[in-house]
């Protein structure tokens, strides 16, 4: 059987993989490169979530890429947006020829002798297996698991009379008109659905277990539209783009220095905004520290909107049972639904998913360290992409890009096949792979690699510091080992 070889392979045609592929049909355009794609359209997340409202929780000149200039007059964009603007890209740069969809890459080996990766894919429908060999894994499919999201086992659920949705599962037929909704969940998902759907449903209770940090911001960048009517497209965006990353260091590092201040600040801007009757304390005041979870992003204060119109309402309890007609709460209180949406948090996977293999040994993820947040302690010619959990995923994956084809073209340069992070450093030690409290990461340290308390393992989550060190640091570190076969 003749194994198909290409030089670069690109797992997941999302916002990180589309980027991948125009970085290196940019700056590596002697390096060919195929994406393979699970599903069956470009797009990734956007595509896959369909859930009333469904928008970013990043303003997009920072989630937008570093090389194509977000011009649409809102910052805050829906996913239909988001999506095109993925397509538009794709199409823009001739990068359709290149995607396979229906590929599911489940396991991948390397061979140190042979200098390459041989890739197990399922394909189609009748998931039939294909084997593709390739130079260099470049792994872009995000850490969410597309086939699931999470939900927890609540009491009572065969009970319920009516539906009981995820929000990742969510489907055309799905009708909330006139109809009392209950949405279980206090996160970026649950603070999109409640205004969006509020709009029809009879009334939309967003029940949470304990409150999440939220904070209104224009859907509108006024100076952003301002500076795209008078400036090159690129130049408007490059400042928006400055000024909104300096402006989330800013506000970052003040959460992390000043936390009671940054608090109180939060706090006071949802006081205003829902009125002096209503109980702040109780449904918008976390016991934890700000940036300890991710703020949610409520654009134009929607969500607020919703609330004071009377169109929603908020309730901090907790599930004692699912009845027939609805949910009943420890406290006594009953809910009554029609339908439930268990906006309850995602299931993360590393890599993809993917089963790794190198010269026979299995990498097993928690006891793997991650060298600079994209590529992994022992595992050669391979990187992947994760976005910063306090700014703009796309942030970190442009940097991410910039450095494999840096990477690419040094290895070129030398004549180099190889290329890996070796751990060295007997006094590095393992941390969890993200300093993160939120559900969904507790749930998932045990999936991911570790990081080290000292660079280059360390994940700083710093924009500013991860462009010294991936766009201009040097690429043989000491600790990236380039080298030919063994």
Same mark, same amino acid.
């Given at each position: 059987?003749?194994?198909?070889?290409?030089?670069?392979?690109?797992?997941?045609?999302?916002?990180?993989?589309?980027?991948?592929?125009?970085?290196?049909?940019?700056?590596?355009?002697?390096?060919?490169?195929?994406?393979?794609?699970?599903?069956?359209?470009?797009?990734?997340?956007?595509?896959?979530?369909?859930?009333?409202?469904?928008?970013?929780?990043?303003?997009?000149?920072?989630?937008?890429?570093?090389?194509?200039?977000?011009?649409?007059?809102?910052?805050?964009?829906?996913?239909?947006?988001?999506?095109?603007?993925?397509?538009?890209?794709?199409?823009?740069?001739?990068?359709?020829?290149?995607?396979?969809?229906?590929?599911?890459?489940?396991?991948?080996?390397?061979?140190?002798?042979?200098?390459?990766?041989?890739?197990?894919?399922?394909?189609?429908?009748?998931?039939?297996?294909?084997?593709?060999?390739?130079?260099?894994?470049?792994?872009?499919?995000?850490?969410?698991?597309?086939?699931?999201?999470?939900?927890?086992?609540?009491?009572?659920?065969?009970?319920?009379?009516?539906?009981?949705?995820?929000?990742?599962?969510?489907?055309?037929?799905?009708?909330?008109?006139?109809?009392?909704?209950?949405?279980?969940?206090?996160?970026?998902?649950?603070?999109?659905?409640?205004?969006?759907?509020?709009?029809?449903?009879?009334?939309?209770?967003?029940?949470?277990?304990?409150?999440?940090?939220?904070?209104?911001?224009?859907?509108?960048?006024?100076?952003?539209?301002?500076?795209?009517?008078?400036?090159?497209?690129?130049?408007?965006?490059?400042? !928006?783009?400055?000024?909104?990353?300096?402006?989330?260091?800013?506000?970052?590092? $003040?959460?992390?220095?000043?936390?009671?201040?940054?608090?109180? $600040?939060?706090?006071?801007?949802?006081?205003?905004?829902?009125?002096?009757?209503?109980?702040?304390?109780?449904?918008?005041?976390?016991?934890?520290?700000?940036?300890?979870?991710?703020?949610?992003?409520?654009?134009?204060?929607?969500?607020?909107?919703?609330?004071?119109?009377?169109?929603?309402?908020?309730?901090?309890?907790?599930?004692?049972?699912? !009845?027939?007609?609805?949910?009943?709460?420890?406290?006594?209180?009953?809910?009554?639904?029609?339908?439930?949406?268990?906006?309850?948090?995602?299931?993360?996977?590393?890599?993809?998913?993917?089963?790794?293999?190198?010269?026979?040994?299995?990498?097993?993820?928690?006891?793997?360290?991650?060298?600079?947040?994209?590529? $992994?302690?022992?595992?050669?010619?391979?990187?992947?992409?994760?976005?910063?959990?306090?700014?703009?995923?796309?942030?970190?994956?442009?940097? !991410?890009?910039?450095?494999?084809?840096?990477?690419?073209?040094?290895?070129?340069?030398?004549?180099?096949?190889?290329?890996?992070?070796?751990?060295?450093?007997?006094?590095?030690?393992?941390?969890?792979?993200?300093?993160?409290?939120?559900?969904?990461?507790?749930?998932?340290?045990?999936?991911?690699?570790?990081?080290?308390?000292?660079?280059?393992?360390?994940?700083?989550?710093?924009?500013?510091?991860?462009?010294?060190?991936?766009?201009?640091?040097?690429?043989?570190?000491?600790?990236?080992?380039?080298?030919?076969?063994?």
């Amino acid at each position: 059987m003749t194994v198909e070889h290409i030089d670069v392979l690109i797992v997941g045609a999302g916002l990180s993989g589309i980027g991948a592929a125009v970085h290196l049909s940019k700056h590596c355009p002697e390096r060919g490169f195929a994406i393979l794609e699970g599903r069956d359209d470009l797009g990734g997340t956007w595509d896959l979530f369909r859930y009333p409202g469904v928008r970013s929780d990043s303003d997009m000149y920072t989630l937008g890429y570093s090389f194509r200039p977000w011009t649409a007059a809102k910052a805050i964009a829906d996913g239909p947006s988001i999506l095109k603007y993925i397509r538009d890209t794709a199409h823009d740069h001739d990068l359709e020829r290149h995607i396979r969809y229906g590929h599911r890459v489940k396991r991948a080996s390397w061979s140190s002798t042979e200098s390459h990766w041989t890739v197990q894919v399922e394909k189609g429908p009748g998931a039939e297996s294909v084997q593709i060999t390739c130079n260099f894994l470049f792994v872009c499919g995000g850490y969410y698991n597309y086939a699931q999201g999470y939900t927890p086992d609540f009491p009572g659920v065969e009970r319920f009379a009516g539906r009981i949705v995820h929000p990742q599962k969510w489907t055309p037929d799905i009708d909330y008109a006139n109809k009392r909704v209950v949405i279980i969940g206090s996160g970026a998902t649950a603070v999109t659905l409640v205004p969006s759907m509020a709009e029809t449903a009879a009334h939309v209770t967003m029940l949470q277990r304990s409150p999440t940090y939220v904070v209104a911001r224009p859907a509108q960048d006024v100076l952003a539209n301002w500076l795209n009517r008078h400036l090159p497209a690129h130049l408007a965006y490059g400042i !928006t783009r400055w000024k909104n990353v300096l402006m989330g260091m800013f506000f970052f590092r $003040l959460a992390k220095r000043k936390p009671e201040r940054v608090k109180q $600040l939060m706090i006071n801007g949802v006081r205003h905004a829902l009125g002096p009757d209503f109980d702040v304390q109780k449904h918008f005041t976390p016991s934890y520290k700000p940036w300890d979870q991710r703020v949610c992003l409520v654009p134009d204060a929607d969500l607020f909107t919703a609330i004071r119109k009377g169109r929603a309402s908020v309730v901090t309890d907790q599930i004692e049972t699912f !009845t027939e007609a609805g949910i009943q709460l420890r406290s006594g209180q009953t809910l009554e639904a029609d339908l439930v949406v268990t906006a309850t948090g995602l299931d993360l996977v590393a890599v993809g998913g993917i089963e790794l293999v190198v010269d026979d040994k299995p990498v097993v993820m928690p006891k793997t360290m991650s060298y600079k947040g994209m590529m $992994l302690a022992g595992v050669p010619n391979f990187a992947y992409v994760i976005g910063y959990t306090n700014a703009s995923w796309t942030l970190k994956g442009d940097l !991410t890009c910039e450095f494999v084809c840096r990477l690419l073209k040094r290895m070129s340069k030398r004549g180099m096949t190889q290329c890996t992070p070796r751990l060295l450093d007997a006094s590095v030690q393992q941390e969890n792979w993200v300093d993160f409290s939120s559900g969904y990461i507790q749930r998932s340290l045990d999936k991911f690699p570790t990081q080290g308390n000292k660079k280059p393992w360390r994940l700083h989550q710093n924009y500013a510091r991860d462009i010294m060190t991936l766009r201009y640091g040097a690429i043989e570190d000491g600790t990236l080992v380039l080298s030919s076969c063994s």
